[in-house]
């Protein structure tokens, strides 16, 4: 045990006994431990729309990108103030919506903008699929700083552990209430230790910032500058562009949104915020600084940069002051990511579908789950191999395919449909999943692309596919009344409202998928083309026969798409069936994955609309 | 007032459209490689713009009552 180790565990506790305190006095109803009763001031809001810039995220992951990979870095300190100069724009109708529906989160948004509550859960599915590597970047921060800080006494995985169950235990105690207070000793902490580090350790090993950017450019030649391919300025620029979008996207992020008392304040931070950006410098120096100091730091190790250096510049206490800093910035981060996503599945996945689940129930749902999220997150951290950034830009570039769903929603006259909204963000995530999963590249998928294809973040071209999907279907199906151009109406006639206009629009959704499905998959039945498996199989044995089943299964998705007007529960049932054939014929590949896709989409619309309440009464 | 909004896209442009025409390290700006530098400058110039829009938005007139009126 040395001194900078008691320093992070007395933070630790501190922290913990913190959190505790802010709990007395208040019953840990859902809506305490959720959003804190909704009795957040001015300051507090500022302090969590600001949140993200005071992460493991920039803290770690900005100087470890700019140690290991130098100019793509910074892009982290253009897309935030980009983010809050659309804000301006963004957030205000976001807000006046919500209070006009006294709307409390981002699935109830689109719940009630596309009249969905299918729409609204598959946002929250979406907001959860993105939290977690957030989370597991704030896990893998910790881990990180608790065993650099311990000298190597503790290894990683012991750190992972020990910071994992921390950030649970804080959850479980005290909620948000808690979260809010130490979210006021961090920023402050935080804050002083950047700004001297950054100062500082320039000065200390190089005489001053612009004789340490000679220094590095020297020795490593192109490193302070876009490369020619791979993170180049066209990399730059679509990150840029992605992670401007989805920035407003996060679920935690967007239901900060909520708790402003007026729109004004939205606007103000807005001019204000970018300015907050600029600290990101001082991360950035402490991480050039680095890489003549302590070289040598590869793969996801690249992260430790700005502690290596500590740890050879300071004396153990002050490493210890560091690493606590480094500790507050992924627990209270970490705390918010793991009550937002409890609180995702619980009340808006669970309560949207079966409304009828009583308060109390989700409420001990929510905190039941924190520790079985914060479990899938630890399994994931120790899996490894990404560095922060890397992961984060993962969770960006799932929240990003919400957006063409939420500007079109702020229109006068809203151009996307519900199905359309449904297909985007379907193809836009599963793009995303495909990629990142397989590890495929874009001119690989598509190889009449020019080579620098490859260079744009595959989060931004997989929007280009979500707006491509979602316009073709929103073209194709009637449109959707958002609920405030009707009629005001209260929650509880809330489904019983326009029914005639969605029912029709998810079967013509599912017809449309069901048939363009059947009809790829004829196309891949038929020629075999470009399933390898097709070939060597029908070789074998049975030729015959088995073309007859490939063409069989793909018919069985046009009919279904054919009933789907008329039995929407067979079609739905046939359209099903038809995928998952599909998927143990054909085997899953990129192009056996269109198919698949629309089919299986089309397949659960059907069902969709057949047990939509709205359809009986049509 | 709708005029003065469209200044806002001048950060917008010089980031994601300008950074292609100003990849290089030298000249050092206070220190930094020119790109970073390039970056910074619009990050602060964009602050400034949107503060000038915030002064002369109409909606931001309205006192603590804001968001019932303002642009409708």
């Avoid at chain 1, 100019?71 to 253009?78: C, F, K, M, Q, R």
């Avoid at chain 1, 409202?497 to 029912?503: D, G, L």
């Avoid at chain 1, 390898?532 to 299964?553: D, R, T, V, Y």
Wanted: proline share 4%.
């Amino acid at each position: 045990m040395n001194s900078a180790l008691i320093i992070i565990g007395l933070t630790a506790v501190m922290a913990l006994a913190l959190g505790i305190a802010a709990r007395r006095g208040h019953d840990m109803t859902l809506e305490q431990w959720t959003v804190a009763g909704r009795g957040f001031g001015g300051l507090l809001v500022f302090l969590l729309l600001a949140g993200e810039i005071y992460t493991t995220f920039t803290f770690l992951g900005g100087s470890g990108w700019a140690y290991g990979r130098g100019a793509p870095t910074y892009y982290i300190l253009a897309y935030g103030s980009l983010a809050y100069i659309l804000s301006y724009w963004l957030l205000p109708p976001i807000w006046r919506y919500a209070k006009q529906e006294r709307l409390v989160s981002q699935s109830h948004f689109f719940a009630r903008k596309y009249d969905s509550r299918w729409l609204g859960a598959l946002v929250a599915l979406v907001g959860v699929m993105a939290l977690v590597p957030y989370l597991v970047l704030q896990f893998q921060g910790l881990g990180i700083i608790v065993s650099v800080c311990s000298y190597g006494s503790i290894s990683s995985t012991a750190a992972i552990w020990i910071g994992a169950a921390t950030v649970t235990i804080y959850v479980m105690v005290s909620g948000m209430r808690g979260v809010a207070w130490n979210a006021v000793v961090k920023d402050i902490l935080i804050l002083a230790v950047v700004i001297f580090l950054g100062v500082y350790l320039p000065i200390h090993y190089y005489g001053g910032v612009g004789e340490m950017f000679h220094a590095i450019d020297a020795a490593k030649p192109g490193f302070l500058t876009f490369k020619p391919t791979g993170q180049s300025v066209l990399w730059f620029q679509s990150t840029v562009a992605l992670t401007t979008l989805g920035f407003f996207m996060w679920p935690q992020a967007f239901a900060a949104v909520f708790t402003a008392r007026e729109e004004r304040i939205l606007r103000r931070n807005a001019a204000l915020l970018p300015l907050y950006q600029l600290i990101l410098l001082f991360v950035f120096f402490c991480g050039f600084a680095a890489i003549l100091q302590v070289p040598g730091l590869t793969g996801a190790d690249i992260d430790q940069a700005l502690l290596r250096l500590s740890l050879k510049t300071f004396d153990p206490w002050f490493v210890g002051v560091i690493g606590a800093a480094g500790l507050l910035t992924a627990l209270v981060p970490g705390s918010i990511i793991l009550v937002t996503a409890a609180t995702l599945i619980a009340n808006d996945l669970l309560r949207g579908l079966n409304p009828d689940l009583a308060e109390g129930a989700v409420a001990r749902v929510a905190r039941g789950l924190a520790p079985v999220i914060a479990l899938v997150a630890v399994y994931f951290t120790l899996q490894g191999g990404q560095t922060i950034v890397a992961l984060l830009l993962m969770g960006y570039s799932f929240v990003t395919q919400l957006f063409p769903a939420v500007v079109c929603s702020l229109m006068r006259r809203n151009p996307m449909t519900t199905p359309g909204a449904v297909a985007g963000i379907v193809v836009g995530v599963a793009a995303v999943a495909y990629i990142t999963l397989t590890h495929s590249t874009f001119v690989s998928l598509f190889p009449f692309l020019p080579a620098a294809a490859n260079d744009v973040n595959i989060g931004f071209a997989s929007l280009i596919l979500n707006v491509l999907a979602s316009a073709v279907v929103s073209a194709l199906t009637p449109a959707t009344q958002p609920s405030a151009e009707r009629p005001p109406a209260g929650r509880a006639n809330q489904r019983a409202r326009n029914p005639a206009v969605t029912a029709t629009g998810w079967s013509t959704a599912a017809l449309i998928f069901g048939v363009l499905g059947g009809l790829f998959g004829l196309l891949i039945g038929v020629f075999g083309y470009f399933v390898e498996g097709i070939a060597a199989a029908g070789g074998q044995n049975g030729a015959g026969l088995f073309q007859l089943i490939s063409m069989a299964i793909p018919i069985a998705s046009l009919v279904g798409g054919g009933m789907a007007k008329s039995d929407a529960v067979v079609a739905g049932i046939l359209m099903l069936l038809s995928a998952v054939g599909m998927l143990l014929v054909f085997g899953f590949n990129f192009f056996t994955a269109i198919p698949l896709v629309l089919s299986g989409v089309g397949g659960m619309m059907a069902l969709v609309s057949a047990n939509d309440p709205k359809t009986k009464t049509a | 007032m709708k005029a003065l909004g469209w200044l806002a896209v001048a950060p917008f442009v010089g980031i994601l459209v300008g950074t292609a025409f100003v990849n290089r390290v030298e000249p050092l700006i206070l220190g930094m490689p020119f790109v970073l530098a390039w970056i910074v400058g619009w990050v602060v110039v964009g602050a400034g713009l949107t503060a000038i829009v915030y002064l002369f938005d109409p909606a931001n007139a309205t006192s603590e009552a804001g968001g019932e009126g303002g642009e409708r």
